[in-house]
């Protein structure tokens, strides 16, 4: 077991969650699935009640805790990509499973889980000492939904 690992409260569908995470991200998987060993709260013995998993080499654990706890934007995975092509693939995999769009390259899964799928240079641009560029990066950025590679980098370019 990891020494420090992101636990994750679902109503009931880690699982579904988790798989999805692995399907979708490289260097993820599910690693176990565990049951109640007796009857809980919000489940019954033999209920899935945690299941281990890795998203992007992190490790994480979803407890199908019940419906009392929702995800917020306070927490959320931040996927670097390398170019427009892996942006649009997590992008949709994301929004086109039951999730939604949101601003500035977030979006929710369907499980409310959020996500900011952002492109390396964005993320280089936002860390420049050049003058200029940080700031006409974020000007560019705040309109959107997706991240537009090419238009992130006219907007570095000064263009």
Known sequence: MAKNTI?????????DAARFYASVFPDSRVDAVRTAPTDFPD???????T????VCGIPCIGLNGGPQFRHSEAFSFQILTEDQAETDRYWDAIVGNGGQESQCGWCKDRWGLSWQ??????SEAMMSDEPGVAERALAAMMPMQKIDVAT????IAGA
């Not at 636990?7 to 699982?15: F, H, I, M, P, T």
């Not at 489940?43 to 009640?49: C, I, T």
């Not at 992130?152 to 907007?155: G, H, L, M, S, V």
């Open 7 to 15: 636990c994750l409260w679902y109503d009931k569908d880690a699982e």
């Open 152 to 155: 992130i980098e006219r907007a």
């Open 51 to 54: 299941v281990e998993f890795t």
């Open 117 to 122: 799928i952002t492109p390396r240079v964005l």
């Open 43 to 49: 489940g019954k013995q033999g209920d899935v009640l």
